[in-house]
């Protein structure tokens, strides 16, 4: 058999095994996490911890004049509108909190969403990482692992960028014991 002769290489065709090659490597790469993502549904249940319910630092039994005050705080600060906007991500929060005390956890999860909003639209990292923690916990009881797992990845990382080290020990223990891949990149949520 005869040596192939060197033929010169045409920029054209080079470009297109470039794009086929890229998007069999991207195509391989969505099937991966497709792949995990289904493994990670498929995992049992843990075990929710009573506390694990409550937000990353749990605060004490609140009375109904507390939630009254809450409620009318909440009301102020919206009735404000952008001169209360930095103290509405803690009082939706505060709130929430009080709603998951009793039972509300419906309520307490349009609240804990509210909060994240406007914790990030403020740039309130703390408030939005406690508040992820809350709902990632909320859903890892109601049965949907993958979004709790999500939740407590976003807390993971505002922790981590804050330098909160035990938050951020806590979150990625609780991951861990659930588990979450702890190597998630989030791009797409």
Partial sequence: MQPLPNLPADPL???????????????????????????????????????????????????IADSAALLAAVGEAEAEGEGASGRLAGLYFSLAQWRLESGETASAQDLLRKSIRNATTTGQKDTHAKARVALGDLAQASGDPATACEHWQIARLLFHELRQLPEYDAVDARMQRNGCPTDWVLTDF
Avoid: N
Wanted: aromatic share 0%; charged share 20%; hydrophobic share 60%.
């Fill in 13 to 63: 065709v080079l470009l297109i095994a470039a794009i086929v090659v890229g998007g069999i490597l991207t195509l391989a790469l969505l099937a991966l996490r497709a792949s995990r993502r289904t493994a990670a549904r498929r995992q049992p249940l843990q075990a929710v911890a009573p506390e694990a319910i409550e937000a990353a630092a749990p605060a004490p039994k609140r009375s």
